[in-house]
């Protein structure tokens, strides 16, 4: 029930939890459909297996459909895409990354350093500036609230750090950033 009333609301958290769900309900259809074909009931009438075409017209029709459209990335495809990134650009090395997203609290970003770090058996990221350097990674925030981002910049950046690489992708920005070596 959860999952049919979450879909009523354009922008919930829920999104990222039922990431993946879509493989429950196809192995659901398909053992509801083999124990229907397979109990040989005897009156093969269309209301018994209209139910079961419809869902799989409906189905072939929505995949056609998200193919159509142009890819936007949701779920943990951004963080996801940042995490392996960084991984690969310091290999086996460690580096520094300090990360703002608008629930304050970046759990998800967290855990995929830590999954990341721990499956590529690198050292995982610190919040202290590793030979001079940091990597900033900051969400975009809701209209209203930019605020927040500037507050927490100020918190976090250092203002004699100067910026070497900056990059703005899936409303990601992530900024490398060097210590003013004559401070």
Known sequence: LLFFFSGFY????????????????????????????KTRVKNKSLILYTPLFLLIFTGLLSTYKKIKEPFK???L?????????LYKENKDKKFCVRVYTPPVIPYTWNYLFKYYGRKLNTPEPTNDFTEEECYFIIEDEAKGYEFRIEKWR??????DSKMLKKQYKYGVT?????????S
């Open 174 to 182: 992530v900024e490398l950033r060097e210590l003013n070596k004559n």
């Open 154 to 159: 100020g918190e976090n950046i250092p203002k």
């Open 77 to 85: 495809y951004v963080p996801e895409y940042y995490v392996k990134k």
């Open 10 to 37: 354009r922008d919930n958290f829920w999104g990222n939890y039922y990431e993946g769900i879509q493989f429950f309900f196809i192995s659901l259809i398909s053992l509801s459909s083999y124990v229907i074909i």
């Open 73 to 75: 990335p949701a779920g």
